[in-house]
Each structure stands twice: as C-alpha cells, then as structure tokens.
C-alpha cells in the first residue's frame, strides 16, 4: 500500500474534514494553520494543509484561481502549458518530501492541487488521489456566505470540471488508485467514513485514534471541531 495520499478538491466542499481525519488515522496532512490568509474567516481552525506544497500551488496559480469565473474557457489550454521549471520545483520539492517521510503516511490538499497534479503525479510513487466530493450548489452558497462573494456557483463549477478533466487525463494510469468521500455522507455516518477509511487505506488506527478522528467530524463538550466550518 502506498504511503502517500493527494486529496483533490474545489474550497468548501469537506476536504479539510477529510484531511483531518486522515491526519488523526495516523497520515501526516500537516498541520498548517495558514495565518497569513485564515483571518478573519477561520483564525483559530488547522486546514491540514503541508505549508511547502500549500505555498508552491498559492505562488503557481493563485491569479488563475481568483478569477476562474472569468477564465474559465481560458483555464483548460493554460493547464496544458505547464512550465517545465514548475515540474523540476515539484520533483525536488518532491524529492524532499520522500526523504523526511520515507517510513510514514503522508500527504497532502489543497483546492490549487487539481490544477498542477496531472502534469506531476507521474514523478510520483505509486500516489492514492482521494476526491473530496460536494454537492457545487452547496459548495457555491458556502463560498458565497463565507467570504461574502456572489460567484461561488461560478468557481463551483468551473472546480467540477478541472477535476473532471484531471480524471479524464489520468484514466487508465491512476484511475484504480482514486476514491470518492461525499462530504454529506461523511457527515451523516462518520463512524462508518472511519471505518472504511481506516481499513481501506490500512492505516490501522487505534482506538484512541479513531475517537480523535470522530470528535473532528462531531463537536461535543471536549472540543471537537465543528466540520460545517473545517473545509
């Protein structure tokens, strides 16, 4: 089983929950709290975020992002134009990640990832792409309320279909190594989202692990962390 997992996702559609029980099943997401773009929307919340990658998708795509609903026809032939120096920065950076993490589960997510990974999961080991799946008419109104913007449907959409073509780009070479997680129905049966994940990615979880993962999908009076936040 491979050691190193790759969560692709549009913003607020789970995949800080998804991270985040992955992270306490004993795979090392990072623990980034992002200070310099979490106020004021989320101060005090980890993203399960690896800062190196985090920051190598933010400095690569973070002008195509804040406009993909205006570039949206545009996105697609700018995906296939990816610079050779951006894929010799992901190998060492890569490299580097390897060598500090050889023994242990790792990895990483970040909605950026989808734009850059088809033209680099080659120079990778063997990778489980996990797909963070919501609903884009619920992912649009959280985008919306949360960072009081009126085209999230917009962004929604245009995330739904980059993701698409990553699948369609990969069929056949990397298809058998993906998962769907909906994010609804991690929430209605978190117990059962622990289990499979746990047994279908062999991570072997304790007890005390598996309870961690599933006070982060259900807040209670010890402090769990509310998911319809973390995302």
């Not at 070479?173 to 289990?195: N, Q």
């Not at 991570?203 to 962390?225: F, M, R, V």
Request: proline share 6%.
């Amino acid at each position: 089983m491979t050691n190193e997992f790759i969560i692709i996702c549009a913003p607020r559609s789970g995949s800080s929950c998804l991270a985040g029980i992955l992270h306490r099943l004993g795979v090392n997401m990072g623990d980034y709290w992002a200070p310099d773009h979490n106020p004021p929307y989320y101060p005090d919340q980890r993203l399960y975020e690896d800062v190196d990658f985090y920051q190598y998708g933010v400095f690569s795509y973070y002008p195509v992002i804040g406009l993909a609903n205006i570039l949206k026809p545009l996105i697609l032939p700018i995906l296939d134009e990816f610079p050779q120096h951006k894929k010799y920065e992901f190998q060492d950076l890569y490299k580097r990640k390897c060598y500090y993490n050889h023994s242990i589960k790792w990895g990483w997510k970040h909605p950026l990832t989808v734009f850059y990974l088809k033209h680099v999961i080659h120079m990778m080991d063997n990778p489980i792409v996990i797909h963070s799946y919501r609903n884009p008419i619920d992912i649009g109104e959280s985008i919306n309320r949360t960072y009081d913007r009126r085209d999230g449907y917009d962004i929604a959409c245009g995330f739904d279909d980059l993701i698409g073509n990553f699948f369609d780009c990969c069929e056949g070479r990397y298809s058998d190594k993906s998962t769907t997680y909906e994010f609804e129905k991690v929430k209605a049966d978190p117990e059962g989202a622990i289990k499979d994940i746990n047994k279908r990615f062999n991570l072997k979880a304790n007890e005390e692990q598996k309870e961690a993962a599933l006070k982060h999908i259900i807040p209670d009076s010890t402090g769990g962390e509310d998911s319809d936040e973390v995302m």
